[in-house]
């Protein structure tokens, strides 16, 4: 028996413990390539691209690949040991990064620490499993104001810190940050039994097999885990290197100083979109919801790839975080829907393996983008892309919910 009050309690707690997450993931991230440019002392352009696509590359590969061995261990043993694992863990390696002698390094530490983290799809899951029905839309979306909010204070603390203080100072932050979020994940309660013995799938969910290791999930869910495939390429496509834009059309000197103010104004529009469309997504059909959002995305990157002032830049930075930040908790609310509970950490930790594999996809071609047409060529791709996605979305969307309509 689930208590009444405990996914309220859970909720604001993993709010806290994804809000100091993500601070201190972008407190640093955002402004690796001025790192590897710093610290390595490389200047082409072309280089540092190479780089950064690769420490994108490898993090997310070690997220896709490790993220669905957490999410079953998640069904197997709870969701609170896997978020503890993941911030304490993470938040003694990340320091580390300060240290590295040379990129290569620093591409290994990046892939060791995205492989024991995961702490963003964990909390999903706990909400998504210890929260009524009608209200997770409502609670994916308010989750999400804490990934976008961390983000937004991550990247103002950080680019001041960088700018009157240094690099090492900031890694030393982001693994503070992590352990924090592990001591309010101390707090949450897991609604987890496990298993019971000799229990057999229901008709909804069963799938056989084609092929053996394949997970038995319905067709609904592998068509939105699709989804989530096409969404992790098109919302990563462009951002590893929006330090580098700025840098472009202002100064190096205060470069992170004004990346940590843009990208913090572009999650206020972010945190307002995710609460606003998970509370939408719950009431309303995500095919209408999607289309305007994308096409909105769409005209925004353009912008960033046009832009040649800092405020037209940040004003379409801001207009891509209100439009895009409605995305995820949308197709979260439906493959909840989609997925019984008790499966609900496995289904979620393949979608965070398939939105990373969207992101590794996203890393090396917007490397490429960025060594072919310089800085500005990933923002007009990435704008080109979620103007072709929006027939896939509507299609994929469509199947799935027809396909879970049928089984019902």
């Known amino acids: 028996m689930k208590k009444t009050g405990s996914w309220k309690k859970n909720l604001i707690l993993l709010w806290l413990s994804q809000l100091a997450v993500m601070s201190g993931f972008s407190a640093m991230i955002p402004f690796i390539p ?32 490790f993220c669905p061995i957490w999410g079953v261990l998640s069904d197997r043993f709870g969701v609170k040991p896997m978020l503890l694992r993941g911030t304490f863990v993470t938040g003694w390696m990340f320091p580390l990064m300060a240290y ?23 909390s999903q899951v706990m909400i998504a499993r210890n929260t009524p029905d009608d209200k997770q839309g409502f609670a994916l979306g308010v989750l999400t104001t804490a990934i976008w909010g961390g983000a937004m204070l991550g990247n103002v603390i950080g680019g001041f810190i960088i700018y009157y203080f240094n690099y090492t100072c900031a890694f030393w932050l982001c693994g503070i940050l992590y352990v924090l979020a592990g001591v309010a994940v101390l707090f949450t309660y897991d609604d987890f039994k496990g298993r019971p013995a000799g229990a057999r799938q229901t008709k909804a969910v069963h799938v056989r097999r084609a ?50 103010i843009v990208s913090a104004v572009a999650c206020v529009g972010a945190i307002l979109s995710g609460a606003l469309n998970g509370y939408l997504a719950d009431r309303f059909p995500a095919v209408k919801l999607l289309t305007p959002l994308l096409i909105l995305s769409a005209c925004a990157l353009f912008l960033q790839g046009f832009a040649h002032g800092l405020l037209v830049f940040a004003s379409g930075r801001t207009l891509l975080f209100v439009a895009a930040g409605g995305l995820q908790p949308i197709l979260q609310k439906q493959l909840s829907s989609a997925t019984p509970q008790r499966k609900r950490g496995s289904v979620f930790g393949f979608s965070s393996m398939f939105s990373c594999a969207g992101g590794m996809i996203a890393a090396l071609a917007g490397g490429w983008s960025v060594m072919l047409f310089k800085v500005n060529g990933a923002f007009y791709t990435a704008s080109a892309l979620f103007l072709i996605s929006i027939f896939l979305f509507r299609s994929g969307l469509a199947r799935a919910v027809s396909q879970r309509r049928q089984r019902q």
């Open 34 to 65: 001025l790192f590897i440019k710093n610290r390595f002392g490389i200047t082409d352009e072309g280089e540092i691209a190479y780089y950064v696509s690769y420490f994108n590359f490898f993090g997310t590969m070690a997220y896709a690949v």
């Open 100 to 122: 590295v002698p040379g990129p290569g390094w620093l591409i290994f530490l990046r892939f060791l620490t995205a492989a024991c983290a995961g702490t963003t799809a964990a």
């Open 211 to 260: 092929v053996p290791f394949i997970p038995a999930f319905t067709r609904a869910v592998w068509v939105l885990l699709f989804l989530f495939l096409l969404m992790g390429c098109i919302r990563n496509f462009e951002s590893p290197y929006v330090a580098l834009k700025i840098e472009s059309i202002t100064d190096a000197k205060t470069t992170t100083y004004w990346t940590g």
